[in-house]
Every structure is written in C-alpha cells, then in structure tokens.
C-alpha cells in the first residue's frame, strides 16, 4: 500500500506541476530543440523505471508548452538518469527539469542564481574524456560528478552544459518536487523574456 500511496501523490505533483509549466507561455521560448522533461524520482529510485517523466517529453503547440503525453514510470531515460545520479550527493532532490541554453541566458542565470542565494555552475562537455564519450550511459556520472565538483561539492541548483558533436547544450534545474522545479522555471521563463 505504501508504494501506491506514493505513486497516488507523485502522480498528483506531476500533473499540479504540468498545469504550471502549460500555463506559462514565456517557457516555450526555452524548450530546446530536444524538447524539455520534468522528471520527478520515487523517494528510493535506483533505475529509470522509477522516475516518473513525461511520455514524449514537453513541446511547443500554438506557442505554448505541451505535454506530448501522459507522465509514466520509465518515460525519461535522460533526466532520470540525471536525478538518480545526484541524488547518490543529496538525496532531498527528487526532481528536475532541463531547458535551453545558450551564453546569453547562461550569463543571465547565474546573475540570477547569485540574487537567489542559488549555487549555480557550469559543465564543458569539450572536456569529457574519450572512453566515457565512448561508454554507453558513462556521460552521466562524469556530467553530475563535473557539476558537483564545478559547485565547490555541493549539488547546484542550476547548471548548464555546453554543447558537443550532436550534443545540443541545455540547462538543468532541480529541486525536492516537481511544483517546486514547475514554479522556479516558469519564474525565470518570465522574467527572463518579460
């Protein structure tokens, strides 16, 4: 019953949180070309299969975000990835979101993070050493333990990737819950294109 009564709540948060992310017009400027997911982890993920994401990921539909499908366990191997692999430094983050990111809005969020008292940091994807390139699934661990270690050993609240070969750059936010992650990135959305 526990684990149906956390699935009960998790899916709730997910949709409380997609309500946010749809009604924010300005967020669809910072959807990447990969699209965004929110990913929100079962408070003992170990596998992406208990993560909860966005079957699809979220789009653009008449210039506003979209859910392209319903949240599902396992929909997310990316993000949930990511949220596993920061949780093994602080497990308090749950969930996450990724967006856009370009130097522009890379200089503007860490200004921003620095008003919010936010740690904020930076990977170069330039810098990833071959063999991990190479490994399926490696990059992970690299990118989280780069972010981590860019951060002074804190897990940020904001952080970006720069791009490589087909790899388009993106920001990442995460949180304790999806709301939380929801409101934080649909603030800067606004403010950012307000």
Known sequence: MMKLDEDIEMYGRMAVALNILEGCQEFAAIIPEVRTNLAYARANAKTRYEVLAVDGRITVVNGLPHAAGKPRFGASSHMARLIIEIRKVEPAI????????????ALWLENYCKTKGWIFSAIDRGNEPEEIKQAEGASMPWKVAEAVRAAGGCVPKIFYETGAIGKEPVSVLVGRDP??????????????HG
């Open 94 to 105: 749950r969930a996450g979101v990724d967006f856009a990111n370009d130097p522009r809005l």
């Open 179 to 192: 709301i939380e992650v929801a409101e934080q990135v649909s603030e800067i959305a606004r403010i950012y």
